[in-house]
């Protein structure tokens, strides 16, 4: 059986190489990267993919004009949509903060570990810093939300640097208001070129989740009448509908997926950045030749 190709994090690369090497890494790891994050997210995907089909389900209820018209009155409770509401959050907050971590982690024992990786130790490390990571992302997102508010261009300028933040906090093992400041120094004289990265990924990305959710879309035009142009409103409930509730959820899981991409290519981001202030990775390679 051949052993995959290793490929070297800690190097300064282009644009197109962090694109090719970020495939790359999750093509050649995709079996044990993908089982490391099903054994450890798993769970609460499942968990977050059953929240929305509840929140779904309940919000369709508000659409129920079957019910609007019949003497039993609208189904819908204010309660029961909090709850849809608060289970939805809870689950989707802790499904995206482990699964950030957990691929940041499966990378750091990787490049520790020279290609090998020990789930051991991704899963303590996922754990170990989940409510770190917690409190970076609020951060983080409380500083590009109030800049957005300023004509929308402050938030982008501060959303750049900031995405790196969390490798910083995993990579360097620095606190949360460390890592935060530390992206500003380590991005300095390289937004534009890591914006673009950003930017290539995000569009890339956000088409592959638009191509695979079209079958969802699709279904719910079917169902409203548009491609035959005679709307009917009782068909307006189709979140109640198993099988659009069954593609949107299948939807859903797509999307989750593909923002994997996107947190592999801020490693390499990451490390592209470092090597070029730090050369941490060219320094380590010549001691290790001087061992050798």
């Known amino acids: 059986m051949q052993t995959p190709k290793y490929i070297e994090f800690k190097k300064q690369r282009e644009l197109g190489e962090i694109l ?3 495939l790359g890494f999750i093509r050649n790891q995709y079996k044990p990267f993908f089982g490391t994050l099903l054994k450890i997210v798993g769970p609460y995907i499942v968990a977050m993919l059953i929240s929305m ?31 849809a509401i608060g289970a939805l959050m809870l689950s989707s907050i802790a499904a995206y903060v482990l699964a950030q971590g957990a691929v940041l982690h499966y990378i750091k024992s990787y490049i520790e570990h020279k290609g090998e990786i020990v789930y051991d130790e991704i899963r303590s490390g996922v754990y170990g810093s989940f ?30 640097p900031l995405s790196i933040s969390f490798a910083i906090l995993v990579f360097l093992k620095k606190d949360v208001i460390e ?5 500003f120094t380590l991005i300095k ?50 979140f109640n509908d198993p099988i659009y509730l069954l593609l949107n959820i299948l939807s859903t899981l797509v999307q989750f997926l593909m923002n994997i991409i996107f947190l592999v290519t801020t490693s390499m981001i990451f490390f592209n950045l470092n090597e070029k202030k730090n050369f941490t990775g060219a320094f380590e390679r010549i001691d290790n030749i001087g061992k050798s």
């Open 20 to 22: 090719s090497d970020s």
């Open 53 to 83: 089909g509840f929140y779904m389900y309940t919000v369709g209820d508000i659409f129920n004009f079957a019910n609007v018209n019949s003497y039993s009155g609208n189904s819908f409770s204010p309660f029961i949509m909090l709850v």
């Open 131 to 160: 409510w770190s990571l917690i409190g970076l992302g609020i951060l983080v997102g409380l500083s590009v939300v109030i800049g957005a508010l300023f004509c929308f261009v402050p938030g982008i300028y501060l959303a750049v």
């Open 179 to 183: 890592s935060y400041n530390y992206s």
């Open 189 to 238: 004289d390289n937004w534009w070129i890591t914006f673009a990265t950003l930017f290539v990924v995000y569009i890339i990305v956000a088409i592959a989740s638009y191509a695979l959710s079209m079958p969802a879309i699709i279904y719910m035009w079917v169902k409203m009448g548009i491609f035959s142009g005679e709307m009917d409103v009782e068909n307006m409930n189709i």
